[in-house]
């Protein structure tokens, strides 16, 4: 699997969707990661988890994820998703939700690391492509223990691993313990992608120096923003800082978005999911306050081009 450039783009349940998926790859994400999907749905033939790791071609290389805490199930889900053909498949063990959790899958399983060792290698001896594990530092402060869990993934035949630098408990705040990732990363041969609070080129290499990490996912980060990749790369590579896109550009990467949005998912659906991307795209720009009404309207393509014509005509006359 060739990787290219620095960056992934995190798995992320209701954003990562192959049409923003493929505008990331387009950007400069070295990898993408489908919306985690349960293995245990798939086994059943769940025809909405089915549609949730469907992959294209654009978007490559290109990763299921799959959750759950039965081996058994967890490995038969693998069959499943190698119809997409996907390039590795992801092993969710850091989910936090509470629907997630208290089914003792997602984060829950670092609190069981017999069993996680188990999981891992019952998808690795059934999967034909690399898997990865995708974890936090441990389920809360008095159990942080992603080093024994990276050590048993990668003992367990694990590909690479991702580390989110916080515990379950944490969910998403405070700040990210670098420290711990960079414990994973020297405890381990296997890559060690690092992950948490990257929101711009100068935060991604800061998270690499403080990790020793070569490699790093950016989730929140992309949210209306999927230009963050090129200037990772960018910065990266040659310590060019390249500015935002102007107000054109963005609006006409939204436009891009959610027509591939409605063109998978129908207008109907697509306009609906398109309200959240919408407003994060907006977010920051001049007036963006006024027109949260109108994004929280948007229902057809026509509204959106009234939309875009709008902020665009804000912008001219400012
Ligand atoms: C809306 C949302 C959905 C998420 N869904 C998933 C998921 O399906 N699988 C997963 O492993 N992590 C999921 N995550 C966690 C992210 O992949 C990532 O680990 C986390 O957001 C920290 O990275 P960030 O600070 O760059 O956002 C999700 C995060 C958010 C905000």
Same mark, same amino acid.
């Given at each position: 699997?060739?990787?290219?450039g620095?960056a992934?783009l995190?798995?992320?349940?209701?954003?990562?969707?192959?049409?923003f998926?493929?505008?990331?790859v387009?950007?400069?994400?070295?990898?993408v990661?489908? =919306?985690m999907?349960?293995?245990?749905?798939?086994?059943?033939?769940?025809?909405?988890?089915?549609?949730? *790791?469907?992959?294209?071609d654009?978007?490559?290389p290109?990763?299921?994820?799959?959750?759950g805490? =039965?081996?058994?199930?967890?490995?038969?889900?693998?069959e499943?998703?190698?119809?997409?053909?996907?390039?590795f498949?992801?092993?969710?063990?850091g989910?936090?939700?509470r629907?997630?959790v208290?089914?003792?899958s997602?984060s829950?399983l670092?609190?069981?690391?017999?069993?996680?060792?188990?999981?891992?290698?019952?998808?690795?001896?059934?999967?034909?492509?690399?898997?990865t594990?995708?974890?936090r530092?441990?389920w809360?402060?008095?159990?942080v223990?992603a080093v024994?869990?990276?050590r048993?993934?990668e003992?367990?035949g694990a590909?690479?691993?991702t580390?989110?630098g916080r515990t379950r408990?944490?969910?998403?705040?405070p700040?990210?313990?670098?420290? =711990?990732?960079?414990?994973v990363?020297?405890?381990?041969s296997?890559p060690?992608i690092a992950?948490?609070?990257?929101?711009?080129?100068q935060g991604?290499?800061e998270?690499l120096e403080?990790?020793g990490?070569?490699?790093l996912?950016?989730?929140?980060?992309?949210?209306?923003n999927?230009?963050?990749?090129?200037q990772?790369?960018?910065?990266?590579?040659?310590?060019e800082?390249?500015?935002?896109p102007?107000?054109?550009?963005? *609006?006409?990467v939204?436009a891009e978005?959610?027509?591939?949005?409605?063109?998978?998912k129908?207008?109907?659906?697509?306009m609906r999911?398109?309200?959240?991307?919408?407003s994060?795209y907006?977010?920051?720009?001049r007036g963006?306050?006024?027109l949260r009404?109108?994004?929280?309207?948007?229902s057809?393509?026509?509204?959106?081009?009234?939309l875009v014509?709008k902020v665009?005509?804000?912008? =001219?006359s400012?």
């Amino acid at each position: 699997m060739e990787i290219k450039g620095h960056a992934a783009l995190a798995p992320m349940a209701g954003v990562t969707d192959p049409a923003f998926r493929e505008l990331c790859v387009k950007f400069g994400a070295s990898l993408v990661t489908c =919306e985690m999907v349960s293995a245990k749905a798939l086994t059943l033939g769940d025809k909405k988890s089915r549609r949730l *790791m469907s992959l294209t071609d654009m978007e490559r290389p290109a990763g299921i994820q799959i959750f759950g805490r =039965e081996p058994q199930a967890m490995a038969q889900s693998v069959e499943e998703a190698m119809r997409e053909n996907p390039d590795f498949i992801d092993i969710n063990m850091g989910c936090p939700a509470r629907k997630v959790v208290n089914n003792g899958s997602g984060s829950a399983l670092m609190k069981d690391p017999g069993l996680a060792r188990e999981i891992i290698e019952s998808v690795v001896k059934a999967s034909p492509v690399p898997v990865t594990v995708k974890m936090r530092t441990g389920w809360d402060k008095s159990s942080v223990n992603a080093v024994e869990i990276a050590r048993i993934a990668e003992d367990a035949g694990a590909s690479a691993i991702t580390v989110h630098g916080r515990t379950r408990d944490q969910m998403y705040a405070p700040g990210i313990n670098t420290g =711990e990732i960079a414990r994973v990363r020297a405890a381990v041969s296997i890559p060690v992608i690092a992950n948490g609070d990257v929101f711009d080129a100068q935060g991604a290499k800061e998270l690499l120096e403080q990790t020793g990490c070569e490699f790093l996912a950016v989730g929140r980060g992309a949210m209306g923003n999927p230009w963050i990749f090129r200037q990772i790369n960018a910065y990266l590579e040659n310590g060019e800082l390249i500015p935002p896109p102007g107000i054109e550009e963005r *609006m006409s990467v939204m436009a891009e978005h959610i027509k591939a949005l409605c063109a998978l998912k129908g207008e109907y659906v697509g306009m609906r999911e398109a309200r959240k991307h919408a407003s994060w795209y907006i977010k920051g720009i001049r007036g963006a306050a006024a027109l949260r009404r109108d994004i929280g309207n948007l229902s057809s393509l026509q509204d959106l081009e009234l939309l875009v014509k709008k902020v665009l005509d804000s912008a =001219e006359s400012a």
